[in-house]
């Protein structure tokens, strides 16, 4: 039987200090806060999937982060936007795989958890 699942719905990231990590994924990424609740948890909207920023609820061992790649049109000036707000970037954007009709480009840095953020851009050839 098929599920027809139709998208992703919403997207937990496990974070330690939520006020510090509102204000990266808000103040840093650019994200658009939908809400917050007090018990710990806000909400972003992510091209219209929802990202939820959680405090520890449960078993640690429960909130193991996947690395989720935010994808942009301009990767370089979006690095230089965010080395000017002070992030340090593990690996700096580079050419991932030349695609018949773009090229995929790839950085990663860490949000205030140490948990890893892809950066992408599928860029137009020339």
Known sequence: MNLNIEKIGQIAIAVTDINQSVAFYRDTLGLSL?????SGLAFFNCGGTR????TLQGKAEDHKTSVIYYQVLDI????AQLKAKGINFER???LAAKMTDHH???????DPDQN??????ELPLA
Do not use: N
């Open 104 to 110: 995929l480009w790839i950085g990663f840095l860490r």
């Open 76 to 79: 370089h000036q979006a690095t």
């Open 51 to 54: 990202l939820m920023l959680t």
């Open 92 to 94: 700096e954007p580079q």
């Open 116 to 121: 890893l953020i892809g950066l992408m851009a």
């Open 34 to 38: 939908l809400f917050e609740v007090p």
